[in-house]
Structure formats: C-alpha cells, structure tokens
C-alpha cells in the first residue's frame, strides 16, 4: 500500500498541520523565556530530570531510530542496527558513567570549550569546525525523512517537502533555542515512544501472540534475523575475516564513542540543574532509548513477513509507516505518522542549535573574547539560520537516512573521540598530540577508505556494481583502525612533546581547576547548586 493512495491520507495530513502550528506555538512561548545566551543555548542550565532525560533521548531518536532501522532491520535483520540503537545505548551508559560529572563540574557550552582548555585554540577551532560541518550532514537526514514523508503523502517533490521542514524548524528554534527543543522533545518522546507500542500490541493482537509475530520475522540480506554479531552464514553486512569484523566493532564505535564529544549530547547535559540530575537523566534516558528504541527494528523484520520480501527503493524508507496503516485504525495511524514527523524535527533542531553554538562560543569567541552576551546571542541566531540554509542545500544533494546521520558522527569518532575520552582522565595528554590524534585518524580514515574501496570492496564483493554501497562501506570499514591510529598518535606524539609542550590541567570554563574527585556515575556530587 502507497502512502498516497491511502483512502485516510487526509487526517494524516491534518495531523502533521497540527503538529506543525504546536511546534511554532511552543517557539513562540519559549522565545519569552530567553534572556540570554546561556537561556538560549542551555535552557539557563536549569532542566529537571523529567524534561531533561527525554531530551537527551530524542538528541538522536528520531529518522535514524525510526525510519532508518525499521529499513536496515527489513533488510539486514538486527545486524543492521548495531549502529543505533544499540550503539547509541553503549553511548549513553559509558557516557554516563565516565563522562557526565566532569563536564557538568566543568560548566561547559560547547563540547569545544573542553579542548580548548585542556589543550589549545588550534584544536578548538578545529574540532569547531568539524562539527559544525558533520551537523550539516546530521540535519540534512532528517530533512530527507521529512521531505519523503510529504513526498508520499501529498505527491510533491521531495525538494519541497523539505524545504517545509527546514523552515519550520528553524524559526521555532530560532525563537525558543534549547527551550522550545525541550519542551517539544518531552512531548515528541511521548508520543512517540506510545505509538510504537501500540503498532507493537496491534501486530500481537492481529497474528494472535507474540511468538507468531516473531515466526514472520526475516530480512532480505541475511538468513539470522536477530543476530546482532557475525555470523558464519552472513559475516556482518555480508563481509568476513578481518575487514567484517572492523565494520562491526566500526558499527559499536560510531555512534558508542563518536556521540560522546558531540556538541547536541553534551548541550543537553550541561542543562540539566545539577551533576546528579545529568548522570540520572543519562541513565534514564539510555533505558528509555533501548526499551523504545528496539521496537522500530522488530517492527521492520516482522514487516519481511507482513509486507511481503521484495519491498524496495522508497517503499523500504517508509516501512514504519506502512505497518501502522496496515494495523491501526486510520485515526491512530494519523496520530502516529504526525507524530513521526515531528520526531525528525526533535534531531534537526538540536544539531541546527548544537553547531550555531559552537560557531559562536568556538570560533567567533577565540578572535572576540569580550563580545557582550546581546550580541553573542544574535550571532549564534543567525548562525543558526546559516546552517538550516547549508543542511538544506546537502539534503538537495542526499538521498539517504540511516547511513548519512550515522556517517556524522564517524567523523567525529576517527578524529575527536581519543583526545576526548584520553584527554579527560591522562594528564600527559598535550596540545601536539591531540592534534596530531585529529589529523592521523582523518588522513588515515580517507586513505584506508579509497584503498579498500578498489582493493576489496568493489573488486571482490560487488563486482563493480551498486558503486553507492561501496563506498559506505568503505567509510564504516576504515573507520575503526583509523581510530585506532588516532589513539596511537595522542599517546606516542604527547609523550615525545612533553617538554615542548607542556600538557594543562583540566579546568572549567573560568579557568579554574575542575574537581577530579568522586567522577564516575555513582560518586557524590561535587555540589547540588
């Protein structure tokens, strides 16, 4: 069944108007809460535990999660998903257990204002830069989710329908900043995580139990629908030996260790009201993301034997969609295809928010250091306009969901993750090196990727067919060695340069030491202020 042709298609419509004026409504209502910079860009640092664990939730529960793994699941079972949402989980508990008090303690804005503390200038702004440019790729895939979703829907072209979401969120992020995507993200992981459910219960109730449900599983590509390792039959994504098991620690890694120094994940920690209110609202939202998460992966291989096996091209994006069609009632359907919709926007006005931040905070800041708090909070508004421009223009360009919002924050891994995650807890780590670290993990990543593209990928396992596929997985594969080669460099370069380049002590956003006792998840906190 087409979107288009469903004989409800109007109330889905008339959902999705709703879920659009609320959104604008709740900018508007936020936009009177915004006094300065840090309300605009942290919620003035005081969410409760109930706003701010569905908002670091729905930091990448959104086309990915829902649209994207139901896809890769039909296809690739729970292999495909590796990647989110159990990748994003991993994220969220190691996050929570190593990194959360000291950031907080820190009173960081910006992911970057911890490496250019704790290191330089040089590799703030360049980090800065980096970012910003993977939140661009970030914003441009839910944009394409929500442009194909008008798509079905109404007949437009896809250019339309995502030049609508990009307008939409961006002025209602440019009005209410962190405090609209909040109190929208409460709302959205709400409702979503509701609806999900119900598809769930629905195709229970329809096929009489669960174990009926699971006995139509199956995917396309892969003959173990549930397995999330390797397997004898399938290798992982259909790759073996040494270059299957790189994409699959790659697929733990990009999202397990790429998210944590991603601006949009710290923003929204450092919101939160006090160190343990972060470290809680991590927890909570880690179970939340998996408990819900999973089900839009089920939901995608029971479809194999609902749907039929040989759905392809844009039907597979919407496979999310077809289920409930296929067993809600038309009023719930319109519910929750509004609801996805509003979903994609949740991802897109934090990564629009996460980069205006960091250009302003990392980059305008390092040559204007005494700009006043007014005009910081103009810049980072037009700045925030500028990106929703330049996501929209990669979008045009873009036609992918799953494997371009996951390809952010692979960059972000090979680059930024070992100065980050090392730099926090070994002193010996220096400017020299986390430089070094940046460039030796990106330079390698582009090397190994070309290299296996035309030694093995292309020659050996697609025989110079689909060329589109070839080269995503060509990034994912090189991905994890040139992490690996990131690590290397920061401690042999740190440990070479050591009086050359004498390391910092970690210190907050004042310039004072940051408290390095009691730092993991189930210490006490420094202070409750």
């Given at each position: 069944m087409e979107l288009g042709a469903y004989e409800h298609a109007s109330l889905i419509i008339g959902g999705?108007?709703?879920?659009?004026?609320?959104?604008?409504?709740?900018?508007?209502?936020?936009?009177?809460?915004?006094?300065?910079?840090?309300?605009?860009?942290?919620?003035?640092?005081?969410?409760?535990l109930w706003m701010a664990a569905p908002s670091i939730m729905a930091t990448w529960f959104a086309a990915e999660t829902l649209m994207g793994a139901s896809n890769e699941?039909?296809?690739?079972?729970?292999?495909?998903?590796?990647?989110?949402?159990?990748?994003?989980?991993m994220c969220l508990v190691i996050a929570g257990i190593f990194v959360v008090r000291l950031a907080r303690r820190a009173k960081y804005v910006t992911i970057m204002d911890f490496f250019q503390h704790r290191y330089g200038k040089a590799m703030s702004v360049i980090g800065a830069v980096t970012q910003i440019i993977t939140y661009f790729g970030w914003t441009a895939a839910q944009i394409v989710a929500g442009?194909?979703?008008?798509?079905a829907l109404l007949g437009w072209p896809l250019a339309w329908g995502m030049i609508l979401v990009?307008?939409?969120?961006?002025?209602?992020?440019?009005?209410?900043?962190?405090?609209?995507?909040?109190?929208?993200?409460f709302m959205q992981m709400f409702l979503t995580s509701i609806g999900l459910v119900i598809i769930t219960v629905a195709i229970m109730i329809s096929v009489d139990g669960f174990s009926n449900m699971v006995n139509m599983a199956g995917a396309q590509y892969t003959t173990n629908t549930f397995a999330i390792w390797p397997t004898a039959n399938d290798g992982y994504y259909g790759y073996f030996g040494i270059h299957g098991w790189f994409y699959y620690i790659a697929a733990w890694l990009a999202l397990g260790l790429g998210a944590i120094p991603a601006q949009d994940y710290l923003q929204r920690t450092c919101a939160s009201k006090n160190e343990n209110t972060a470290v809680k609202a991590t927890f909570l939202a880690g179970a939340l993301y998996l408990g819900f998460g999973v089900l839009s992966p089920l939901i995608g291989v029971v479809a194999y034997g609902a749907l039929g096996p040989e759905?392809?091209?844009?039907?597979?994006?919407?496979?999310?969609?077809?289920?409930?069609?296929?067993?809600?009632?038309?009023?719930?359907v319109a519910v929750f295809v509004a609801v996805i919709a509003s979903a994609l926007m949740?991802?897109?006005?934090?990564?629009?928010?996460?980069?205006?931040?960091?250009?302003?905070?990392?980059?305008?800041?390092?040559?204007?250091?005494?700009?006043?708090?007014?005009?910081s909070l103009r810049l980072t508004r037009i700045a925030l306009l500028v990106s929703g421009v330049m996501s929209l223009g990669i979008a045009l360009f873009a036609s992918t969901i799953?494997?371009?919002?996951?390809?952010?924050?692979?960059?972000?891994?090979?680059?930024?993750?070992?100065?980050?995650?090392?730099?926090?807890y070994w002193k010996k780590a220096n400017h020299s090196g986390a430089l070094a670290s940046f460039f030796s993990g990106m330079v390698s990543w582009v090397i190994l990727t070309v290299t296996w593209m035309y030694t093995y990928v292309l020659p050996v396992v697609y025989e110079g067919e689909m060329m589109d596929d070839v080269i995503w997985d060509s990034i994912y594969i090189a991905s994890f060695p040139a992490f690996a080669i990131s690590v290397i460099f920061l401690i042999v370069v740190s440990l070479l340069t050591q009086k050359k380049d004498p390391p910092k002590l970690l210190t907050d956003i004042d310039g004072k030491l940051v408290n390095t006792k009691s730092i993991f998840a189930w210490s006490k906190a420094e202070t409750d202020d």
């Open positions: 999705i108007v709703i879920i659009l004026i609320i959104r604008m409504i709740i900018g508007w209502w936020a936009s009177k809460k915004v006094e300065t910079n840090v309300d605009y860009v942290l919620a003035g640092r005081r969410l409760p699941a039909y296809q690739y079972g729970f292999q495909g998903v590796v990647f989110d949402p159990f990748g994003a989980t442009g194909a979703i008008m798509q990009t307008v939409v969120v961006t002025l209602y992020t440019l009005m209410g900043g962190l405090w609209a995507d909040t109190a929208l993200d759905l392809g091209g844009a039907a597979t994006e919407n496979i999310l969609i077809l289920m409930a069609m296929k067993y809600l009632p038309p009023a719930l949740s991802t897109s006005d934090s990564s629009l928010l996460a980069g205006a931040t960091m250009f302003t905070e990392n980059i305008v800041k390092v040559s204007k250091p005494a700009l006043s708090d007014k005009d799953y494997k371009l919002a996951v390809m952010a924050n692979t960059s972000i891994l090979v680059g930024m993750a070992a100065p980050y995650l090392i730099g926090m």
